[in-house]
């Protein structure tokens, strides 16, 4: 009894142990402000994974492509065969035949075997001599800059994602801070009223009013605490891993929000900010390709230079027939039957190359005008807010007016809950209104590159 009480003690500390641990690594991060989120981003590799495996697959090939446009076409072999008959060529070990001594024009034996080597230098191809840049190249560093230009788009688009949610949970939770408290007013109203009536000093109309008024606000609150709960989940699964939004708790998302009022964002130079933009860089490494493809082509039409290296030795297995023979020259081909469909497929060429540069010239302008719409939009959101603002005081001043007129019996419960609807609809307003500039700040941010980009 006493082993096992020992062992349950020491199995219970362990599991204790592993347990503190278990917290220590999976306790959430605090997070105080929303730069602090975003670099958080900008670290996270989760979230862009699947590109960045790409781009290094894309690198990897560039690297190859380097290295091998210096290496020669080399093939080594072993022949084994039988030889009878007359030899077809003086150098007959070069054929890969071994001959008799006793008949050195006529083949008897009947085993051998021959081994050769054959290397290629192509010194000038496809208008390309050795060493410089070629088509595969091209085609490896436009990959790479494909690449890259996916991994800008997904970390926009996952930037975009997480200040969404950020600032939908900051929105969010300053409804729940407003409307609680007017939720549990409503409910002492409600209870007030079931009293009133029971007591007969009370129509059944106002306490209807007053069902209807609660129903409405805590059907509100629920959403409003769904929809956190939901824009919270889903940025924990952008980060892949649990963050804890300190600006998120009771009375401090209003404050976070407000602080939009204090930024400040110039988009100038909108020649480089367009021509950084990731659709323009795609585009701009495809039609780069097309040309090295059109280079290419033309290049076909000219003549190539080679150099040529064959080695050949040849035994009849017992070593005293060994032959060796060696060759180097150069070969100068020109492809004259090819140069029709050569130059037919450089006038497609050049076509395509005229259709992309068409395209990105109209895609420049797409990206002017978009980035005029949205520092446009970001003053305007300013405007907004100050706009909510005004009716958010008007109706304050119009809800106090009203509870004046109920006091002097001049209105009814009705109207009383018509202007603090109303009041509470200009709040909620406010509140979008502050997130919608935030969006339009984080949109405008990403296009000038003025938060964090990939590398």
């Known amino acids: ?28 991060v605090p997070v105080n402000s929303f730069e602090q989120l975003i670099d958080m981003s900008c670290k996270a590799h989760d979230m862009t994974a699947n590109v960045r495996l790409q781009l290094d697959a894309a ?49 008897s034996k009947g085993e051998a075997w021959q081994g050769k080597v054959d290397m290629n230098w192509g010194l000038y191809e496809d208008g390309k001599w050795l060493g410089e840049s070629a088509l595969a ?35 969010f939770s300053a409804q729940r801070d407003v409307l609680q408290p007017l939720v549990a007013k409503r409910q002492q109203q409600l209870d007030e009223m079931k009293t009133k009536v029971e007591a007969g000093v009370s129509t059944t109309d106002d306490l209807f ?4 008024a609660y129903a409405s606000l805590k059907d509100q609150l629920d959403d409003a605490i769904r929809q956190r709960e939901v824009n919270y989940q889903f940025l924990l ?6 963050v804890e939004l300190l600006n998120a708790q009771p009375q401090q998302s209003f404050k976070e ?39 290419a082509q033309y290049g076909k039409l000219k003549p190539s230079l080679g150099l040529y290296v064959k080695l050949r030795t040849g035994d009849n297995f017992g070593s005293a027939l060994r032959k060796d023979y060696s060759e180097i020259g150069l070969t100068i081909e020109y492809p004259l039957g090819a ?33 005029a719409n949205i520092a446009g939009d970001l003053a305007s959101s300013k405007s907004k807010i100050e706009v909510a603002r005004l009716e958010l005081t008007r109706r304050e001043q119009m809800l106090s007016s009203e509870n004046e007129r109920v006091a002097s019996g001049l209105s009814g419960l009705d109207e009383l809950v018509q202007a ?36």
């Open 339 to 371: 140069v029709a469909s050569n130059y037919g497929e450089s006038k497609a060429l050049r076509k395509t190359v005229t259709a992309i540069d068409s395209e990105l010239d109209y895609l420049r302008k797409i990206k002017r005008l978009q980035a």
């Open 209 to 212: 009013t007053a069902s209807a």
């Open 257 to 295: 929000l407000a602080t939009i009022t204090e930024r400040r964002l110039q988009m100038t130079d909108l020649d480089r900010l367009v021509s950084a933009h990731p659709d323009i860089t795609l585009l701009e490494s495809k039609l780069a390709l097309e040309k090295d493809k059109l280079d």
């Open 237 to 242: 699964l952008m980060l892949q891993r649990d």
């Open 59 to 107: 690198r990897q090939r560039v690297e190859n492509a380097e290295f091998n446009k210096w290496v020669p076409e080399v093939t080594v072999g072993v022949d084994v065969y039988a030889a009878k008959g007359q030899p077809t060529s003086f150098f007959a070990v070069q054929e890969g035949t071994v001959q008799d001594p006793e008949q050195p024009n006529f083949y």
């Open 420 to 455: 603090e609807d109303d009041k509470i609809t200009a709040q909620l307003n406010l509140l979008t209104a502050y997130n919608q500039a935030w969006m339009q700040y984080a949109e405008a941010s990403l296009f000038s590159n003025q938060i964090c980009q990939p590398e």
């Open 137 to 171: 190249n091209a085609e490896a560093e436009s990959q790479l800059s494909v690449a890259k230009s996916q991994l800008s788009t997904a970390h926009r688009e996952a930037l975009t994602l997480v200040s969404q949610y950020y600032f939908n949970i900051m929105m």
């Open 1 to 28: 009894m006493v082993i096992v009480w020992r062992w349950a003690m020491r199995a219970k500390n362990l599991l204790f142990i592993i347990s503190c641990f278990s917290l220590q690594a999976y306790s959430a």
